[in-house]
């Protein structure tokens, strides 16, 4: 948002021009940016939303979508939302929960088996109570949650078991959440954006990662890694954010507006991904790799020594997995 649209939407809010009898339209267009490559779903869920904003506020106002991180990284875009350079994001939640630690939680191993129960665990009681955090700590409105598929591990080479890993550079999201994961595992973990790993493991620079079964058949990782564990070891949550100076400066019926419009186009985003997770395993599966079911003992002990490392979160990790029980 510009400057000046900026300071009238402040003025709006702040009542200067109450009293006056009208409320004057303030045309917006607002930026969204995410990491994720233009085809995405999380692109096409922020298209949606584009569309929605569009029509319920009779043409006045419009996210346009930066994709694959042409607006930096998540890291640089969280700095843009919170000086009010960028409106929205839809992000991982690596950067915010290496800022707010309990965010970490959600990344708790093995605990939902599919993206169908990650999408209704954050949408219960302590996922939506986490993103109360997000203003104060972060300067940044959490309007909810969207997901990606379910984490995996893709390798160059066969893996019977964990051991087989041991030295393998392993492709990790850059956050602590997931390198304690293969810390504990005894496997060095190489830290990687997602835009970096198509060229990371075509160079020969990563010999396994920690990925989801959307990227894998978009990318066709599957023609250069091909032995697949499904693991289903974490799930990947995203979130919808607006920057606070932006939101600070909106009325009350556009801050309603963007709040609807997100809210349900993250929705969506659940639905869509619980019906489709089986089918882009379904298309890995087809491309003949090889693809190897395998559960929890496959990692012996290491839910209980990631919650040793995640004591301090305990409490939201224990009121995650008690409602993980009941989904
Ligand atoms: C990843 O880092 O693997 C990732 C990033 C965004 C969406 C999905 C996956």
């Known amino acids: 948002m510009g400057y000046m649209k900026h300071m009238m939407g402040a003025l709006l809010s702040a009542g200067v021009l109450a009293g006056i009898g009208v409320a004057p339209a303030v045309a917006t267009e607002f930026r969204l940016g995410t990491i994720v490559p233009s085809g995405h779903v999380w ?13 319920a506020s ?4 419009s996210v346009s979508v930066f994709p694959a991180g042409q607006l930096g990284s998540e890291e640089q875009m ?30 708790a191993p093995f605990l939902v088996d599919n993206a169908g129960d990650a999408g209704k665990l954050l949408q219960g009681e302590t996922a939506t109570a986490l993103l109360d955090q997000l203003p104060q700590k972060m300067g940044v409105v959490g309007i909810g949650y ?38 504990i595992l005894g496997i060095a973990p190489t ?55 932006v939101w600070a400066g909106l009325s009350d019926e556009d801050k309603a507006l963007l709040d609807t ?18 089918d882009f395993i379904a298309q890995i599966r087809e491309t003949g790799i090889e693809v190897r079911d395998v559960d929890r003992d496959f990692f012996p002990n290491v839910v209980e020594q990631w919650e040793d490392v995640w004591s301090e979160q305990k409490p939201v990790i224990d009121a995650l997995r008690a409602e993980a029980e009941n989904l």
Do not use: C, W
């Not at 009779?58 to 106002?61: D, K, S, T």
């Not at 009010?84 to 991982?92: E, K, N, P, Q, S």
């Open 43 to 55: 692109n096409e869920a922020a298209r949606a939303m584009d569309s929605a904003l569009q029509e």
């Open 58 to 61: 009779g043409g006045a106002h």
């Open 78 to 107: 969280v700095q843009q939302l919170q000086t009010g350079a960028l409106d929205m994001a839809f992000l991982t939640i690596a950067d915010v929960s290496n800022r707010i630690p309990d965010f970490g939680a959600l990344y």
């Open 146 to 183: 969207g997901i990606a598929t379910m984490r995996q591990i893709m390798s160059v080479r066969p893996v019977d078991t964990i051991a087989d890993l041991e030295g393998a550079k392993t492709r990790i999201t850059p956050f602590k959440p997931f390198r304690d994961f293969y810390s």
């Open 191 to 245: 830290p990687m954006p997602l835009p970096d790993v198509y060229d990371a493991l075509a160079n020969g620079q990563v010999d396994a990662m920690d990925i989801d079964p959307e990227l894998i058949v978009n990318f066709k990782f599957y023609d250069r890694a091909e032995h697949l564990l499904l693991t289903n070891h974490a799930m990947f949550p995203m979130v919808g954010l607006v920057s606070g100076r």
């Open 261 to 278: 419009t997100m809210s349900n186009a993250l929705a969506d985003l659940m639905v869509f991904y619980a019906e489709a997770e089986p």
